[in-house]
């Protein structure tokens, strides 16, 4: 059974730019979410989707955005990219939302300069 | 507040020592579910364990073990007979009912080294 997989798993940027990560999730697995590593803050919560819905969001500005397809593959974008953006972004995927196990892929590590 | 403390930030240890990585939750939620990950240097996590609140019981996965204490809110991770592919980030992470099961809040993470 195919993993979570990420793309791309490496990439620089520039300031201003912006940026679309891809992750597609186990199969049968309805629910994705996405979370932000970086050294300083640890990894945060950025959003969740299920069937297409975004049912949670964390505490980031507005040039974080997400969607899923109705084949529950999910995009995440960042707008206007910041130095501080720079962070390796980590994709999971669960089988609904209700508290089954979360797996997670390899990641997006992002550099912006 | 929902919060998860690892206070041991960095370990060293010498291959075939056990070694105990520590966990420290609070939520006010009855149902919550806890989870370990181990992070190596490729990036991803790597799912270990899954325990929900109301159950309480260890559990004993080959080398590794799990404690889960509601009465002080702690769920401690032990490596028996610890080896140098056990080197990696460990992270304890919480999710709870009205938080929404699939956010999850990390601890900062325990950097696990083992020598040789």
């Known amino acids: 059974k195919a993993g979570v997989t990420q793309t791309p798993r490496y990439l620089i940027k520039t300031r201003g730019q912006q940026v679309t990560l891809s992750c597609s999730p186990i199969?049968?697995?309805?629910?994705v979410s996405w979370y932000q590593q970086t050294p300083g803050q640890g990894l945060q919560f950025l959003f969740e989707?299920?069937?297409?819905?975004?049912?949670n969001k964390g505490n980031f500005p507005g040039r974080f955005s997400g969607r899923q397809f109705s084949n529950s593959r999910s995009e995440m974008n960042v707008s206007t990219l910041e130095l501080g953006d720079s962070a390796l972004y980590l994709c999971?995927?669960?089988?609904?939302?209700?508290?089954?196990?979360?797996?997670f892929g390899e990641g997006s590590w992002l550099t912006v300069v | 507040a929902q919060k998860v403390t690892q206070a041991q930030t960095e370990i060293s240890v010498v291959e075939k020592e056990d070694v105990t990585l520590d966990c420290v939750y609070e939520?006010?939620?009855?149902?919550?579910?806890l989870f370990w990950y181990k992070q190596p240097p490729s990036g991803e996590l790597v799912f270990l364990i899954r325990r929900n609140s109301f159950d309480e019981q260890n559990e004993i996965s080959g080398r590794y073990s799990w404690n889960f204490q509601k009465s002080t809110s702690s769920f401690n991770f032990t490596i028996t007979a610890s080896q140098v592919v056990d080197s990696a980030v460990y992270f304890c992470a919480l999710s709870r009912s009205s938080g929404g099961y699939n956010k999850l809040i990390f601890g900062a993470g325990t950097r696990l080294a083992v020598h040789p």
């Open positions: 199969s049968g697995h309805r629910s």
């Open positions: 989707y299920f069937s297409e819905t975004q049912r």
């Open positions: 939520t006010r939620d009855t149902t919550y579910y």
């Open positions: 999971a995927s669960s089988f609904d939302s209700s508290g089954n196990t979360i797996y």
